[in-house]
């Protein structure tokens, strides 16, 4: 019951951002004039840009080739990444951005950690021979500029417990990855990812 | 002959959208292109008269490209091409209708589709463009009756007649300026002042994170002489301190008089105007949820000293739209 509340709640969330309140004064010269001394209506400040922490969770789903599968693996992995950013453009609530849901807010460059699990993978043989098994566990450090993002860490299977480094390149919704496990080898592949970010945004 | 799957020619499949290329819906699309990116806001037409010929040539125009499509699309399923007034292109009909009318009526849907598409009012009002459905039906009928008299167009003149026509109908105008977000900021309570030769108004004229400004203006009687006043001092005072304000000159960098396409109300005889600077850690304040203060500002008129006292309130402050 608890697990679906959880669940429920997360689900809800998922794609929103919310507001927080500090440092939300934007920039001025108290010492300088405003433009039009007759109006009224206070002088628009300057904009400080804004931080960001994102919590973005998903699934992503590739096939891979190399030593670490007979042939060819097909790799479904839950991924989990947290991340801190800054834009230097508050965003606008009001604004339209085409194709954007008002509620996702990313940055224009964070760093981040990610978590990950292969947690299914099909591995095809030569002969045709279909095995479902599970795969690496990995973390990685990340830097991301929108929507493309570069990623490198270290990923240990715990079925053979064989372990090595891991790295990615994404954009969008699509990947490349390449791991190499010490003792079981390596592979090279690609595919698609689905995630969503919840953002906490706040003023510089 | 080239054909899709089921043996069915290319030619057929695209025949049915040669109705793109007639005269009426090639002017609906004129009316909507030229309606939404030149003349809305433009100040040529009258608000009301751009404010629906979208709607109507745009009913025009979906209803037919629905009909092309959803013929095309049979045909190149079926291999037979239905005429336009069966019950597939009346249901293309109906459906445009509904979406339309949802658009218009329904806030969830007219949110979505704005936050995707672009902006669309939500205003009931612009269900009477929905007869127009009707009149396209009328012309619909008309061609299928008179089918045999004209030559189907090239194939790219249908394609391109399609393309322009999918780009209309997809294309809104250019959202009207938005709000910037709000940003917090002190505001200023508190009746103006009465002085022995004219009246005292002051207000915040910028906020934030370094401090703030007031501008105080100070207006004489009508046919009155200026009155002189000095700003003898001014102090923004806080639960735990306070800040003595600067009088920065207006000369400049500020201008006077003011740009002429402001709105906001001028007063009608002489007014001079003074403006103070209060320099202090405003961020640190809003962070510690200080949101309150005093100003006392004392004016020197004519010799005598005219104590002032405002209060000021931090908050959220919404600002107008501005076209950027």
């Given at each position: 019951m608890s697990r679906t509340i959880i669940l429920a709640v997360a689900l809800v969330a998922t794609g929103c951002h919310y507001h927080r309140d500090p440092n939300a004064p934007a920039v001025i010269d108290p010492l300088a004039p405003p433009k039009d001394v007759t109006s009224e209506q206070p002088e628009y400040p300057d904009d400080p840009g804004e931080r960001m922490v994102v919590l973005t969770y998903g699934v992503s789903g590739g096939a891979f080739g190399g030593s670490l599968a007979p042939s060819v693996a097909v790799d479904v992995a839950a991924e989990v990444t947290l991340s801190f950013g800054e834009d230097t453009i508050t965003h606008n609530d009001r604004a339209s951005r085409l194709f954007i849901p008002r509620g996702v807010v990313l940055p224009d460059r964070s760093y981040g950690v990610t978590l990950g699990w292969s947690a299914l993978r099909v591995l095809t043989s030569d002969a045709d021979d279909t095995v479902t098994t599970t795969g690496p566990i990995y973390l990685q450090a990340q830097r991301s500029w929108l929507f493309g993002t570069v990623s490198g860490g270290v990923a240990v299977d715990p079925r053979t417990g064989g372990i090595g480094p891991q790295i990615d390149a994404s954009y969008t919704f699509y990947y490349l990855r390449g791991r190499a496990l010490a003792g079981d080898g390596w592979e090279l592949g690609g595919g698609m990812f689905f995630k969503l970010p919840t953002t906490w945004v706040w003023s510089r | 002959m080239k054909t899709v799957a089921g043996g069915v020619k290319h030619r057929d499949v695209v025949t049915p959208l040669a109705d793109l290329t007639r005269p009426v819906p090639i002017a609906a699309a004129l009316v909507v292109a030229v309606n939404d990116h030149?003349?809305?806001?433009?100040?040529?037409?009258?608000a009301a008269i751009t404010g629906k010929a979208s709607d109507v040539a745009g009913m025009v125009l979906a209803g037919v490209l629905a009909v092309a499509v959803v013929r095309a699309a049979a045909t190149a399923m079926t291999g037979r091409t239905p005429r336009r007034t069966d019950g597939l292109g009346v249901a293309a009909l109906i459906a445009v209708g509904a979406f339309f009318a949802a658009l218009k009526l329904v806030p969830a849907w007219n949110h979505a589709l704005t936050s995707v598409w672009g902006v669309n009012t939500l205003d009931?009002?612009?269900?009477?463009?929905?007869p127009m459905l009707a009149l396209t039906y009328v012309w619909l009928r008309d061609r299928d009756d008179a089918r045999e008299r004209h030559a189907a167009p090239p194939r790219f003149v249908t394609c391109a007649a399609l393309s322009v026509a999918l780009l209309v109908c997809a294309a809104t105008p250019a959202p009207p300026p938005v709000p910037p977000p709000p940003r917090p900021g002190w505001v200023l309570a508190g009746p103006p002042l009465a002085l022995p030769c004219g009246e005292a108004t002051a207000w915040i004229a910028k906020t934030g994170k370094t401090g703030t400004g007031l501008t105080v203006r100070v207006v004489a009687p009508p046919d009155a002489p200026p009155c002189e006043v000095i700003v003898a001092s001014a102090v923004l005072r806080f639960a735990d301190g306070e800040v003595r304000g600067q009088e920065v000159p207006l000369s400049g960098d500020a201008p006077l008089p003011p740009p002429p396409d402001r709105d906001a109300p001028r007063p009608s005889s002489a007014a001079t105007y003074h403006y103070l600077g209060f320099v202090f850690d405003n961020e640190a304040r809003w962070n510690r949820h200080q949101r309150s203060a005093e100003v006392a500002i004392e004016l020197e008129v004519a010799g005598a000293r005219v104590p002032w006292q405002l209060s000021a309130q931090q908050q959220f402050i919404e600002y107008p739209a501005v076209r950027r």
């Open positions: - | 030149l003349l809305k806001g433009a100040g040529l037409v009258p009931a009002g612009d269900l009477w463009a929905l």
